[in-house]
């Protein structure tokens, strides 16, 4: 099991950047496939991007692909999302979530931390 917690979030204007942090308290963590979710409010929960363990390949929704960029840094234990030239439409609470069996857009995470606000003003 893992435990994940999200940091980072915060207000920024549009065009300006945050790094989000997800912290996971796993020894297996090098094994998990990491993503990052969004939701903002009255709509549906969100893909934004995804980082398999394996070869660690990243997709990213088409909304935020070319702005955003998913890292992993394994000797912290901790996932990172940059996000770039921000908008206020990316406004919502930002989830970090992993899985050992799968990866992607498609895939039923079965860990998921807190969440993390970030707003975006214009």
């Known amino acids: 099991q893992v435990q994940l917690v999200e940091s980072g979030g915060g207000l920024v204007q549009a065009g300006g950047s945050l790094r989000l942090s997800c912290a996971a308290s796993?020894?297996?963590?090098?094994?998990?496939?990491m993503a990052w979710f969004r939701q903002a409010p009255g709509k549906e929960r969100e893909f934004v991007a995804s980082?398999?363990?394996?070869?660690?390949?990243?997709a990213y929704s088409d909304s935020v692909k070319d702005r955003f960029t998913i890292s992993k840094n394994s000797a912290e234990n901790t996932v990172y999302l940059q996000m770039n030239f921000l908008k206020p439409e990316d406004t919502a609470v930002y989830y970090c979530?992993?899985?050992?069996?799968?990866?992607?857009?498609?895939?039923?995470?079965?860990?998921w931390g807190q969440g993390t606000q970030v707003t975006v003003s214009s």
């Open positions: 796993a020894r297996t963590f090098l094994r998990y496939n």
């Open positions: 979530a992993a899985d050992l069996r799968c990866s992607g857009k498609g895939c039923s995470y079965d860990y």
């Open positions: 980082r398999s363990w394996d070869i660690g390949f990243a």
